[in-house]
Every structure is written in structure tokens, then in C-alpha cells.
């Protein structure tokens, strides 16, 4: 029988999902439902797009390391009739430091990702002052830092391919909102969108990021997934600052080039409201009041470095264990769930989505056992915690 599926949520989750299915089974029938085709507020358009293999759970290290080989070819695998995508891949590891009091999870995050065979060096403060000679190492025990396969890329141009990609292998992007899931028997039956029609098709695909729990409500399925807003800030430096890797503050922030700029970002300070859905305004005021002074703290010549501008995204926050939430739900038999990934989503669509075809297609994950991340976790309230989560 001919495979059929709904995608709900076409970013980079649903696209890359579109573009899996399709490439394995030519046959399939793939619709995406994605409610805005300009992807406004979707996390995919709003990311930092980064990747790195430091995680503290080696099913994350493993992603990572799949998922920089795709990125790398990404221009050859992509390519729509013999027009290659330039996802703008620069590789530059992320520099990790840390004050005693998180040395010795460095250090264990550090041999869980050496021995799923990352190339991860540790870095003492003397090392680090030779190295980095713009940086302080106040208060920083040690540092950790990726000798390659980490960097950052441009998301909205790996997005983009998929979407083109997908669309030209026969997946079909439907504009229109779900609105309402029927479900009969342990099995959706249709799907409701906002204009009042009804679909039904044989699988249905959860890939609507950080609106993802609200999707598994209308299936009466609760998913801890929340829209956490994120700013991030661009900033000017005139210092020349060579080799500026991403930088991971042990205060909280993160910094890395983008361009002729830096982006960075300051994770919500300990205890602060982190609300659902608010508004995708900026928090302008945290840059003077939190992210500067933390960062020129840190590399002395942002001391002169000036805010350029600012944007909002809503990260798809899983607040039990802050990790994707994968597969097909047990009280149903055709609802499958990619959701929930905190921050660490964009690097690892290539994979996951993969995975999630696979498992459509053949019953189970065939590349890489993606099994650590599934779904029934929840039920037996059994968190499998990422550690690294960045802010
Ligand atoms: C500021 C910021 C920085 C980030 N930095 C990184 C990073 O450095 N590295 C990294 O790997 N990840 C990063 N992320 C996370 C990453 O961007 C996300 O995990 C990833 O983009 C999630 O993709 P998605 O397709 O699941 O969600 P989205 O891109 O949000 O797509 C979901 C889509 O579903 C649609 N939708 C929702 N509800 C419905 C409905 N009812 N009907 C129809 N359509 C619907 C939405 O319109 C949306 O387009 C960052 C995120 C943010 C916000």
C-alpha cells in the first residue's frame, strides 16, 4: 500500500522529514500542513544554527557526527537540478569553560564524547591564556574545545533546501493550520485545519516546534514542549579577534562571528520567569544589564563593542529532559512525534528526520538507533538528560 503522510509544521523538522521520506520511497505520498509559508516566528528562520558533538549523552554525540558529514555534502545531496545549496558551512569549534564547580562534569561530558569517538581537547587556564590571548580566564578551572566538526552554517538556507529539495522529489506543502485531530480506535483519523476542511491520511507527523504540544493536545496527548522566547543580539567589535571560536561563558552566554558581527546570546538568569509563548520582542535591557558586562568581562575588547540590533526566537523547550522527543506515541498507532529539542534542533534535523522515516518506512531506525530519545520516556518518567543544554 501506497505510504501516506501528514507533516504538521513544515520548518526544518517537517521539511527534512519531507525530504527523507520522499528520497527512500519515491512512491510516497508526503503532505506538509504548515500554517505560514514565510516562517515568521518558526524557530528554523530565528536560530543560530550551530553544531556541536559536545553533549553530555552520547545518542547527541552520535547525531552530531552523522549530521556534520550531511552538512558537509549538503551542497551535492541537495542539489535541485543541478543548482547546489550554499549553506555557508564554517567549521570552528565551540570553546566550553567552566569555574571548579562544573569541572568535573566537563570532564565527564569530555570522556562520554571522547569515547563515542569525538575529537574533544581539554584546555588548562595557562593553555588557554596561550591560545586565546584575548580572552580572561577569571575564575575558569578549564575549557574544553571541539578540534573539529563543530562550527555553524546558515539555517534558513539549509531550510530552504530541504524545502526545495522535498518539493522536488514530490512532497506537497499544503498552507493551512491545524486546528483539531480526530481519533478513533487508537488511530488519527483526520485532521481538521482552520478553514473548516477534514483530511485523513495513514501516518501523521508532530513537527510544529515549539507549538508542538499543543498538536498532541488535540490528540489528547500531553507533551512537555513550551515556546521559550531567546534573544539574540548582534553586536560590532572593531578589535581584530582571529580564530573567535563559539564561545560558551561558565556565567551563561554564549558568543560566536557571524560574518562581519558577533552573535551571542545570555540564557535566562537562574530563577527568572521563562514564560510560554510570550511575545517575540527582544529583551533590548538585558544586553546592558546582563549580557555586556558578562561579556567584556570575559574578552576585554568588547569593552568597545557596540548593540547593532537584536532578534527574538522561541526555542522548543522539553522541560522534563530538555532532549527531542522521538517516535510513535504508545496509545497511538500512527501519530509519531519529533519534537521538544531545546535549543539543539536545527543541527540535528538531518538525522532525526532520517531516523523518523526510516521508522515510518521500515518499522524501525536503520542509520543510527535514535531509541535513547523515544517517546515512551515520558510515561515511565525516565528523563534522559541533556546536560548541555545552552541556555
Ligand atoms: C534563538 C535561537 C537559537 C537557536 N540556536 C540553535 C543552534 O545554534 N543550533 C541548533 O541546533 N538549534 C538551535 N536552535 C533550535 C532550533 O532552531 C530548533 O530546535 C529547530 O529550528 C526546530 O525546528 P522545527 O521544525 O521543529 O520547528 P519550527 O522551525 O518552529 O517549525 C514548526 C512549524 O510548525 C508550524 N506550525 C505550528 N503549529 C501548526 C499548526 N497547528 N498547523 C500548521 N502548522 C503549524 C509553524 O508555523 C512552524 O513553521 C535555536 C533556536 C532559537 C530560537
Known amino acids: 500500500m501506497r505510504t501516506d503522510v501528514a507533516v504538521i509544521g513544515g520548518g526544518i523538522m517537517g521539511s527534512a522529514l519531507a525530504y527523507w521520506l520522499t528520497h527512500f520511497d519515491a512512491g510516497a505520498s508526503v503532505t506538509v500542513i504548515e500554517r505560514d509559508p514565510s516562517y515568521a516566528s518558526a524557530s528554523s528562520a530565528l536560530s543560530a544554527a550551530s553544531i556541536r558533538q559536545q553533549f553530555s549523552t552520547a545518542v547527541n554525540v552520535r547525531i552530531s557526527q552523522m549530521s ?21 558551512l564554517t567549521e570552528r569549534g565551540y570553546l566550553y569553560l567552566v569555574g571548579a564547580e562544573r569541572q568535573a562534569a566537563l570532564r565527564e561530558a569530555h570522556a562520554l564524547q571522547t569515547a563515542a569517538g569525538a575529537e574533544v581537547e581539554l584546555l588548562s587556564p595557562e593553555e588557554l591564556r596561550a591560545r586565546y590571548p584575548w580572552l580572561s580566564v577569571e575564575g575558569i578551572a578549564e575549557g574544553s574545545i571541539g578540534a573539529g566538526a563543530e562550527g555553524w552554517f546558515d539555517g534558513y538556507s539549509l531550510l ?7 518539493k522536488s522529489q514530490g512532497a506537497r506543502y499544503l498552507k493551512g493550520e491545524v486546528a483539531a485531530i480526530d481519533v478513533d480506535n487508537h488511530r488519527v483519523t ?9 483530511h485523513s491520511f495513514g501516518w501523521v507527523v508532530n513537527a510544529a516546534g515549539p ?19 531567546r534573544t539574540v543580539f548582534v553586536i560590532a567589535c572593531r578589535a581584530a579577534l582571529p580564530g573567535f571560536p563559539l564561545l560558551i561563558d561558565r556565567s551563561g552566554f554564549w558568543i560566536r562571528p557571524d560574518g562581519a558581527h558577533f552573535i551571542g546570546a545570555a540564557a535566562p538568569l537562574a530563577g527568572a520567569a521563562d514564560p510560554d509563548e510570550p511575545p517575540l520582542e527582544p529583551e533590548l535591557e538585558r544586553f546592558e544589564s546582563e549580557f555586556w558586562p558578562a561579556l567584556a568581562a570575559r574578552v576585554p575588547a568588547f569593552e568597545a563593542a557596540r548593540l547593532e540590533r537584536a532578534w527574538a ?7 522534563f529532559d530538555q532532549n527531542g522527543i ?15 529539542f531545546s535549543g539543539h534542533g536545527m543541527q540535528q ?3 532525526v528526520a532520517r531516523g523518523i522515516a526510516e521508522l515510518i518506512l521500515t518499522g524501525r531506525y536503520v542509520a543510527l538507533d535514535l531509541g535513547d530519545l523515544g517517546i515512551g520516556r515520558l510515561l515511565d518518567d525516565r528523563p534522559h538528560k541533556e546536560l548541555n543544554v545552552i541556555g
Do not use: C
Open 190 to 198: 483526520s485532521l481538521t485545519l482552520a478553514d473548516g476542511t477534514r
Open 160 to 166: 530552504d533546501a530541504f524545502v526545495r529539495k522535498a
Open 313 to 319: 526566537g522561541y526555542y522548543d523547550y522539553n522541560s
Open 68 to 88: 556534520i558529514e550531511l552538512l558537509r555534502n549538503a551542497a551535492t545531496w541537495l542539489a535541485v537540478d543541478g543548482r547546489a545549496p550554499d549553506i555557508g
Open 211 to 229: 507549538w508542538a504540544r499543543q498538536i498532541a493536545q488535540f490528540a489528547g496527548i500531553e507533551l512537555p514542549v513550551f515556546a521559550r522566547r
Open 349 to 351: 534535523a538531518p538525522v
Open 326 to 340: 522521538l517516535g510513535l506515541h504508545p496509545s497511538l498507532d500512527n501519530l509519531v512525534f519529533m519534537n521538544g
